[in-house]
């Protein structure tokens, strides 16, 4: 059983330390201290908990849309201020002054402290529209640009910025291009924070991703901030048809490696006895619900209760391998969950 084993192998071997890797995302279908609704204005909402706020070059302030009508944002696949299908974008995504006509101001995102990476998406770049996305140093010094052109109706167009050292304090999102009609439509967005971990990997064998974290090599733990009130959305991939298992505990400074199934990034040595086994598809009925698909997928979500707020839990996976593979499971990376 894959319990068994992984959980015996946690007796074995070296010791090392493992800071954290800090990231945020946020799709805008949750607003502390509010509710989503189109049309609400959004600026110093995420500041205090994540770091970051929004405002409109030359004053005011960006707003909330909503798919479907009235448009506030983009004529939309269909529809008003509506992706096109299998865009993944939500009910709700950020614009600018909620009108469409002429080129808007840009839009700023300030970071309270630096930041070393930036992503993501704009909504419907469509004929001759253009949007510029600049990330600026503390002084105003454009560090990197990446310039969006025509992808389609209602498509998603994504800009990523990783400079390797926490120095975006700014970025400026503006529209470069001609044509009419024109509204901002941003969304699903991530920052990452200074530090690399030291830690478990994620890889092709055994890959866990948490609200998005997690998606590249770099080493865990991975910190992951969400609000109570919001979705945990979990994405595993490995082996089609293998088990997948959870365990959950404190995230460790001092971590075990195990030969071939990689680091232990949770529980505290030589026990491991604060470790919780979360679920383990690798048994009945529980492997009904735990095992990746024929494409070597899963994906999990659920609501995270108003209850949980001010929890920090340490999450790490294991994925089970096919017959003939060096190991029987392989560990995904660790994430640390701090509750808001």
């Known amino acids: 059983m894959m319990t068994k084993t992984t959980l015996q192998i946690l007796t074995l071997v070296t010791a090392f330390s493992v800071p954290s890797f800090a990231q945020s995302f946020i799709d805008f279908e949750f607003i502390p201290g509010g509710v989503p609704s189109d049309g609400l204005l959004i600026s110093t909402q995420f500041q205090a908990t994540l770091g970051f706020s929004f405002s409109l070059e030359g004053g005011g302030v960006p707003r909330l849309a909503q798919v479907g009508a009235p448009q506030t944002a983009f004529v939309g696949f ?14 709700f995504f950020l614009t600018d002054d909620g009108s469409v006509g002429a080129a808007p101001p840009p839009m700023l995102v300030d970071f309270v402290s ?3 990476g930036a992503s993501g998406i704009i909504l419907d770049i469509d004929f001759s529209e253009e949007w510029t996305v600049e990330a600026k140093d503390a002084m105003g010094l454009v560090l990197d640009t ?12 994504q800009f990523t910025f990783d400079v390797g050292a926490p120095l975006i304090a700014q970025l400026r999102i503006a529209f470069t291009g001609s044509g009419a009609g024109i509204g901002l439509a941003f969304d699903n967005f991530k920052t990452t924070s200074p530090g690399a971990g030291t830690g478990q990997p994620n890889s092709t064998d055994a890959r866990l991703e948490i609200n998005r974290q997690g998606e590249n090599v770099d080493a865990g733990p991975f910190d992951v901030v ?8 979990l994405e595993w991939s490995g082996p089609a048809g293998f088990p997948v298992l959870l365990l959950a505990g404190p995230i460790n400074t001092s971590g075990f490696v195990v030969p ?14 604060d470790l919780i086994l979360v679920f383990d598809g690798s048994t009945f009925p529980q492997s009904l619900f735990y095992t990746l698909d024929v494409n070597g997928n899963l994906s999990q979500s659920t609501i995270i209760p108003p209850a949980a707020a001010g929890s920090v839990i340490g999450f790490q996976g294991a994925v089970g391998q096919p017959v003939g593979s060096p190991c029987v499971s392989v560990f995904t990376a660790a994430f640390e969950v701090t509750i808001l």
Request: hydrophobic residues 35%; contains cysteine; charged residues 10%.
């Open 226 to 233: 969400v609000f109570a009130g919001s979705n945990l959305d």
């Open 146 to 157: 990446v310039i969006l052109g025509t992808a389609g109706n209602g498509s998603a167009s």
């Open 260 to 273: 071939c199934f990689g680091s232990v990034d949770l529980g505290t040595p030589p026990t491991f006895s």
């Open 78 to 91: 269909g529809a008003p201020d509506t992706p096109a299908p299998g865009v993944d974008a939500g009910q």
């Open 114 to 116: 630096p930041v070393s």
